[in-house]
């Protein structure tokens, strides 16, 4: 069974550096494209970044551009995200998402994504 567990989200300053983490279980982990997506309250949810499968090709929205990385060991089925330079605005729960593909493809709606973890949450607040 596939499983993907969040972690690393917390109450945070705004500029501070956050990084979450993504461990993936049951699933080829090589052969999915990864992806974090975020949800506030109130609105729905929304790409943030996304890694290919084979982590030669990343996607950033326009929000976290420039701040945001994300990035993929595949000898440890992980994949993170860096965040720098935190604003209120970034408060939302971080889900992590996968989905089968192969090279250099990535999908910025959640529609195409197959498996998703439960979610952590990232405050960012002075």
């Known amino acids: 069974q596939v499983q993907l567990v969040e972690s690393g989200g917390r109450l945070v300053q705004p500029g501070d550096s956050l990084t979450l983490s993504c461990a993936a279980s049951g699933l080829p982990f090589s052969e999915y494209g990864m992806a974090w997506f975020r949800q506030a309250p109130g609105k729905e949810r929304e790409f943030v970044v996304g890694?290919?499968?084979?982590?030669?090709?990343?996607e950033s929205a326009d929000a976290v551009q420039g701040r945001f990385t994300i990035s993929r060991d595949n000898a440890q089925n992980m994949v993170y995200l860096q965040m720098n330079s935190l604003k209120p605005e970034d408060t939302a729960i971080y889900y992590c998402a996968a989905r089968e593909t192969t090279g250099t493809l990535i999908f910025r709606g959640k529609i195409y994504y197959n498996y998703w973890g439960q979610g952590t949450q990232v405050t960012v607040s002075s």
């Open positions: 890694i290919s499968a084979n982590g030669e090709e990343k």
